[in-house]
Structure formats: C-alpha cells, structure tokens
C-alpha cells in the first residue's frame, strides 16, 4: 500500500513569504501529525490532527497553522518566514489508537529560507 | 512532558560488530517506537514496541515498560546500517517525544 506522501520535496522561499506543505496520510489513517527537524532543535512537535480537529499543539508561535480535510490529508502552513524556520518538516500517519505499527512518516519536505 | 534519553550519541564499529543502543524515558508510555533516519531524511520504523521483545533480522529490540528503558540491538553490523537512530514515546497525548539519536558510523 502506498505510503504518507509528503508534497513538496524541497521549497526554497524568500523571508516574509508564506508556504503551504501538503500530506496525504496512509489509506485508513486518520490521525496525521507534523513534525520540524533542525540541527539545533531536534525532532519538534508541531500539531496532530485527527477528524479535522487538532487534538495537540507544540510550542511554536501562531505563524504555524495546519488543518485536516475530511479525506484525512493535511496541510500546514507557515506565514511571514523567518530564517529560523529552514527545516525538515515530516509528517506522519496513524490509526488512532497507533496500536500495531505506530506512527508512520513521509519523506518529509526540506524548506529552506533565504 | 516525558523526557527522552539515548545513548550513547555517537557509535563508531568495525562491519561485523555488535552495538546496543539504550533508550531512557522518564514516565509510562503507550506507545515506543526505534526509527533509522535515511540520508535523505526520512524516518524507517524499525519497530512499534511499548513492552517486550521483536526481532527483524540482525536487528532486535526489548523495552522493559516497568523500568521505563528500551534497548536496540544490531548483530554483525553492516555499512548500510550507518545513520541516525532515534527513540521515541507517545505519553498518550497524540504525540511522539523523540530523543536526540545516535548516530552511528559502521566502518568497512
């Protein structure tokens, strides 16, 4: 089966701007997750959703933002860039509970800001 | 929040070695899951495993739930085994709490 599809591989955008990373979760998965990964930080917690509601958010500021849609693909968006934000992004998938195979990631989106 | 500790952060083997990697956690969880970072950055579950054993190959883990640590085994090291390994936990809050990783060089 096919796998959490992470779109798009690598943005480059310019500080101030806004982007928009997309997610299409496992089929049967309707919990999805994002995740930012940077050298300093680590592996960070942004937000999950599941049912189009978010259940859990991390400690990021308000510039991030996601939603779900009832098909459970997500979107999350960063508005006003900031060079801080150049990261992996990852998403992951889950059934809910995540019994049986746990969380299940993408290939994850490399933005970087300049 | 649940802490999340690995060790050691850095490996260095010979092919053909043996490694343990250890996996600390400060509270109970409902979820533990080993994952190898690729080059390319994405995550490869290598094993969904809040309590007990499972084995894949070279590869084995064994959380012990009740003395909260987890630990990854990896026989006869290959050099494609080289990366990232990370721990992480789901306390029950629909989250994953990751450790920083241990990066594992395998050496031809």
């Known amino acids: 089966k096919a796998g959490v599809t992470q779109t798009p591989r690598y943005l480059i955008k310019t500080r101030g701007q806004q982007v928009t990373l997309s997610c299409s979760p496992i089929?049967?998965?309707?919990?999805v997750s994002w995740y930012q990964q940077t050298p300093g930080q680590g592996l960070q917690f942004l937000f999950e959703?599941?049912?189009?509601?978010?259940?859990n958010k991390g400690n990021f500021p308000g510039r991030f933002s996601g939603r779900q849609f009832s098909n459970s693909r997500s979107e999350m968006n960063v508005s006003t860039l900031e060079l801080g934000d150049s990261a992996l992004y990852l998403c992951?998938?889950?059934?809910?509970?995540?019994?049986?195979?746990?969380?299940?990631f993408g290939s994850g989106t490399r933005l970087t800001v300049v | 929040g649940i802490q999340v500790e690995q060790s050691p952060p850095d490996l260095i083997l010979q092919e053909g070695a043996n490694s343990t990697l250890r996996c600390n956690f400060s509270?109970?969880?409902?979820?533990l899951q080993w994952f190898h970072q690729n080059p390319w950055g994405q995550l490869i579950n290598l094993f969904y495993?809040?309590?007990g054993t499972k084995q894949n190959g070279r590869l084995s883990a064994t959380t012990v739930a009740t003395e909260r640590y987890s630990l990854l085994y990896i026989s006869s090291s290959q050099t494609t085994d080289s990366g990232v390994y990370f721990c992480?936990?789901?306390?029950?809050?629909?989250?994953?709490?990751f450790g920083k990783g241990t990066l594992l060089t395998v050496n031809p």
């Open positions: 992951a998938s889950s059934l809910v509970p995540p019994v049986g195979g746990g969380y299940t």
């Open positions: 089929s049967g998965h309707r919990s």
């Open positions: 959703y599941f049912s189009e509601t978010q259940r």
């Open positions: 509270d109970s969880v409902n979820n």
């Open positions: 495993i809040p309590s």
């Open positions: 992480a936990v789901d306390g029950s809050n629909y989250k994953l709490t």
